[in-house]
């Protein structure tokens, strides 16, 4: 395993700046999730890692090594596609051999032997080994797509959307289970997503790209709590972030420059209707607001609220609609608001 | 309505379908005639060939093969009867005629010729289509429309357009009558052929395949070689099927370049009827053994073929 680097990469396709002078270390063994809308310049940002794209500026270096004019396959890098990409004409065991078989690597047969049969065991299809590639289920040949990164031992993985096209289910189960093995292996991990959830769960660092930037990189936790703009705070949070002018809250001691709050659904407290013991201790950062529908979830309710012009959204407890019902009036408490400028950058108070 | 408890849209009634078989059958049948008709009157006698109204019943014989194969000579009944016992049924079949076999005629040389040039042009069609089909699918490669309609282009004149000049040509660089000029020049014409078949082929492999070759260690020439080429080999078949059609069934060229020792069977098959008067079995014997080696090939990658006629018609 080795680290990754990359130094003010650009790429452009025509007039579409693809990736925009994008800076990024990877750290040894670290898993490191870009998070983006499409075309946000996702999957170029893995594919000019990986040598599938050549760069207009900057450089990528794996493990220190500037390897920018390198070809893909003296990269030493795995890449999981995200339509699996496994070859049709072979079987499953071909598929996770095909690897070990190139010219780069010198194993005997009984050691190539070994190291598929290992894989499969971690990917769990051993069972499937001498079927065609082409007659198995989409979590299966997602598998084996996983399984044929991991049979080497390359200096970094690579993984485009390698769960997107898997039913909810699956998508949860892998991801565990990708996270276990990264874990295990100690590898350092780039993967690709629009699935906040992905992210949250397996990044030890989240890179939030947007038009081909890197607008953001740092912990799950960071990028919750601590978003750089606008953008980055409505991309992370289900459901999002309630979006309101400044002056809508009565009370606020919003910073001067902040034209727009922003209010997570957990930070906004119902306090009306004694859902919480309210704490009259002081009169700032509430508002009225009137309940116009409840979604129910199971664990917890949405409330969908309306306050004046503005629709919002917060989370109540599990029973509140026996409380509740449509068009009642309520008040609300927020906390920890986060405010924005016009230009939707962050302003710290 | 039929038993089928669940009605279909799409899927067509039994009864439409009976229809549709039997027409094709039909069509079938009578796109066969020719060919039957060459196949019997390659084992007719030269009498009954030309009978008319024309017999479906007949005796059969192998004359047709015996004159296709020989060169005879006519003598004297006195000569014939005084010979010893005849070799083989072709010598008894001339002996009949009041003939002796005095050698073999040109027919399998010419067809050997045939063979040697329709696959040599084929494998050599089909080999540079498939690179230069590659290149264009999958690099940038300045004017690839311009290229590729250039390409196109050289099929659509005529064999006669192009005959004379190539004739001059040929004759000085000493290609004219010789295999190799043949090959060349069928490769040349099916080359256009080969490149825009494989093109779409190619297209439709996706390109991740080589990708993930790429990086799983291969350069790109071992990725094409181990990943496209075999996901290729449909519209390989299918294109060497269409170029190997083209160079077996060529007469123009082979007419205007051809005469003795590069000559292929097409040109050959019609000198038969002036060599001993209208010999129409031995046409049609010759016939017959020219149609084999395509109906072979033809049956044996038929699948391919029928992908390649409807290619583009159906995604998969």
């Known amino acids: ?349 | 309505m039929s038993g089928n408890s669940a009605h279909s849209v799409v899927e067509p009634t039994t009864t439409s379908k009976t229809v549709a078989g039997f027409l094709v059958i039909l069509y079938a049948l009578i796109t066969m005639i020719p060919l039957f008709w060459i196949v019997i009157t390659g084992f007719k006698s030269p009498p009954d060939s030309i009978s008319y109204p024309p017999k479906v019943f007949f005796e059969p014989t192998l004359e047709g093969y015996c004159n296709l194969f020989t060169t005879r000579s006519r003598q004297t009944r006195e000569y014939v009867e005084a010979l010893g016992p005849p070799e083989g049924i072709c010598d008894e079949i001339t002996r009949k005629r009041q003939m002796v076999i005095v050698g073999d005629s040109n027919y399998w040389p010419r067809f050997q010729n045939s063979l040697i040039i329709a696959f040599g042009s084929t494998i050599l069609a089909v080999f540079l289509g498939t690179l230069t089909a590659y290149g264009f699918s999958r690099f940038k490669v300045p004017l690839a429309d311009d290229l590729l309609f250039f390409i196109l282009s050289t099929r659509m004149m005529p064999p006669i357009a192009v005959a004379v000049p190539i004739y001059l040509m040929y004759r000085k660089l000493g290609l004219s009558d010789t295999a190799l000029g043949m090959i060349l020049l069928y490769t040349a014409v099916n080359v256009s052929l080969a490149v825009w078949l494989l093109k779409g082929f190619i297209d439709e492999i996706p390109r991740e395949y080589e990708e993930a070759a790429m990086i799983d260690g291969y350069t790109r020439l071992q990725s094409f070689w181990k990943v496209v080429l075999p996901q290729a080999t449909t519209g390989i078949a299918a294109t060497a099927i269409f170029c190997l059609i083209f160079a077996w069934n060529e007469y123009a060229f082979a007419v205007l370049l051809t005469s003795g020792t590069a000559q292929t069977a097409p040109p050959f098959i019609p000198t038969i009827i002036g060599e001993g008067g209208l010999d129409w079995p031995a046409v049609a014997a010759g016939t017959t053994i020219f149609v084999v080696p395509i109906l072979v090939f033809t049956i044996l990658l038929r699948k391919q073929l029928l992908r390649g006629i409807t290619f583009g018609a159906v995604r998969k």
């Open chain 1, 1 to 349: 395993m080795a680290n990754v680097t990359l130094r003010g990469v650009s790429k452009r396709f025509k007039n579409l700046v693809a990736v925009d002078d994008v800076s990024i270390d990877i750290a040894d063994g670290e898993f490191v999730v870009l998070l983006g809308p499409t075309g946000a310049g996702k999957t170029t940002t893995l594919r000019l890692v990986a040598g599938l794209e050549k760069p207009e500026a900057g450089s990528v270096l794996i493990d220190g090594k500037d390897v920018t004019g390198f070809a893909p396959s003296q990269r030493d890098v795995s890449f999981v596609f995200q339509q699996y990409s496994l070859y049709p004409h072979l079987s499953v065991r071909d598929n996770l051999a095909f690897p070990l078989k190139s010219p780069a690597h010198s194993l005997n047969a009984s050691q190539i032997k070994a190291r598929v049969e290992h894989v499969a065991e971690l990917v769990q299809i051993a069972h499937k080994l001498d079927n065609r590639s082409t007659a198995l289920s989409g979590g299966e040949m997602q598998r084996v797509a996983i399984g044929r990164a991991l049979v080497r031992d390359p200096a970094v993985f690579l993984m485009d959307e390698p769960l997107s096209s898997l039913d909810a289910k699956l998508r949860g189960d892998l991801r565990v289970e990708l996270k276990r093995i990264q874990k295990e292996l100690g590898a350092t991990l780039l993967y690709v997503t629009h699935d906040q959830i992905e992210a949250m769960t397996m990044a030890d660092r989240i890179g939030i790209l947007d038009e081909g930037r890197l607008v953001q990189l740092g912990t799950p936790r960071e990028i919750y709590e601590d978003p750089v703009n606008v953008h980055v705070a409505a991309r992370l949070g289900q459901p999002a972030i309630n979006l309101l002018p400044v002056s809508v809250m009565g009370g606020v001691s919003a910073p001067q420059s902040a034209s727009t709050m922003g209010i997570r659904t957990e930070h906004l407290d119902v306090i009306g209707q004694g859902t919480r013991a309210s704490d009259n201790d002081d009169a700032a950062m509430k508002v009225a607001a009137t309940l116009e529908r409840v979604e129910f979830l199971g664990d917890q309710n949405r409330l969908h609220l309306r306050m004046g012009d503005h629709r919002i959204v917060t989370l109540g407890d599990g029973d509140i609609e026996y409380r509740i019902q449509p068009g009642s009036e309520m008040t609300l408490r927020a906390r920890n608001a986060l405010y924005f400028d016009q230009n939707g950058e962050r302003v710290r108070g």
